[in-house]
Nanobody
Framework: QVHVVESGGGLVQAGGSLRLSCVCS????????MGWLRQAPGKEREFVAV????????KYADSVKGRFTISRDNANNTVFLQMNSLKPEDTAVYYC????????????????WGQGTQVTVSS
């Protein structure tokens, strides 16, 4: 069983910061790519960021480059999304996802999903 649980969402003013956390309950965590996606009301779910097994390779959506940072702590089965300089258009439910076992970031399949955490950025 692989479970993914996000936390850390909330309400913040434009220009502020939030740090999201995601815990993946899998002993094989270090052999799974991890990623973040988001979905705003009435819109398609979109890619935000992904990180490799060892945390040394990352990819970001153009809309968040320079503002968001994905990282991971394999000792604690946790991935983070540090969000700085937040904008109202960042408002969305943010989802954390884990890959199937053995897939790294360039073959990410978003196999396991969390329930999401709401991020609201006021103008």
């Amino acid at each position: 069983q692989v479970h993914v649980v996000e936390s850390g969402g909330g309400l913040v003013q434009a220009g502020g910061s939030l740090r999201l956390s995601c815990v993946c309950s899998a002993g094989t965590f270090s052999s799974r790519a991890m990623g973040w996606l988001r979905q705003a009301p009435g819109k398609e779910r979109e890619f935000v960021a992904v990180i490799s097994w060892n945390g040394d390779s990352t990819k970001y959506a153009d809309s968040v480059k320079g503002r968001f940072t994905i990282s991971r702590d394999n000792a604690n089965n946790t991935v983070f999304l540090q969000m700085n300089s937040l904008k109202p258009e960042d408002t969305a439910v943010y989802y954390c996802a884990a890959s199937s076992y053995g897939r790294d970031y360039d073959a990410m399949d978003y196999r396991y999903w969390g329930q999401g955490t709401q991020v609201t950025v006021s103008s």
